[in-house]
């Protein structure tokens, strides 16, 4: 008797196996693309907003740079977004809304005050640093908003500068101002001679002072003012005096600081640089307008000598 082998069940039972894997390694392909698509999708939504982030952060830079005030005067601890028309942008209340594949986000930022503490380290608390500001970004995504993301920058008002400098006052005084060069002229004095492109006492037996124009920076809301200098000679034990007054009205109120009150003067020597507070009552930051009051003490019938006087800021 002769067997044959049954070519056909086994090869059907072949295709069954061979059919059966297909659909495993199919389906586990499938569950991997998808598991795949979702990760690149992630990557994708994660790169978009930080992205996004960015851009926020670097518009609120740029404005600190070249329009402070726009920040400044932004109401604290509330959400901004920022309108585009055109080239130009403005910030208003609200949020922007968008999708990035079919995730709804939402981006705003807020401003805040910045305080330092007495060795003019931020903190929480302490001294109101008008020159610097804390702007948090935003980045609001899913269902409900609920995850978030965010970035803290820090900005300070030192871009723009320009100067104030005063070399003659031998056009005179009676000129109050505001002017927004000083020119040579200044608004009123005692016992000070202002010829030859300097300042010295008339007489060297009292003191004389100088109080120059208001000094007009041009910024409606105010400018930043930095470090203040004079040049000149000061003779042994003589002194110069400076204060300096400032606001944001051109009728004042004028009340002259020293660095720290009414009752003390900045006393620095000639050709020495000197920072201009950023906190308290003697701050003069923000302000539009400023002018300065310098007195001259003799000592033994000598007067100190002073050919500048510098009010660095910026705008």
Known sequence: MIFKKNTAGQSLLEILVALSLG??????????????????????????????LKEYAEMISYSSKNQWNSLFNLTR????????????????????????????YRRSFKIFDVYRDTSGNISLSGNLDPSTLKAVIYFDSGPNYEKTLNLTIFLTRSYLPATF??????GGSGVSGPVSDPGNTYDGG???????????????????FLTSSILDTGVSDGSNFHTLIWQGE???????????????SPSGPWLYYGPTSTDDYYQPFANSLTILPYTGASSHQNKRYIRYKIELVPYEDQSPRVDSISINYTK
């Open 23 to 52: 659909v495993l390694f199919i389906g586990s392909a499938l569950a991997l693309f998808g598991v795949s698509f979702r990760t690149q999708t992630n990557l994708d939504f994660n790169f978009n907003s930080h992205t996004l």
């Open 77 to 104: 601890d509330t959400p901004y977004r920022i309108d585009f028309s055109g080239n130009v942008w403005s910030f208003n209340q609200g949020f922007e809304e968008g999708s990035f594949k079919g995730v709804n």
């Open 165 to 170: 400098t005063q070399t003659d006052w031998s």
């Open 234 to 248: 000061l003779c042994n034990n003589c002194q110069v005096r400076i204060q300096l007054a400032s606001s944001n």
């Open 190 to 208: 005692n016992n000070i001679l202002a010829t030859g492109g300097y300042l010295t006492l008339a007489t060297t037996t009292s003191s004389g």
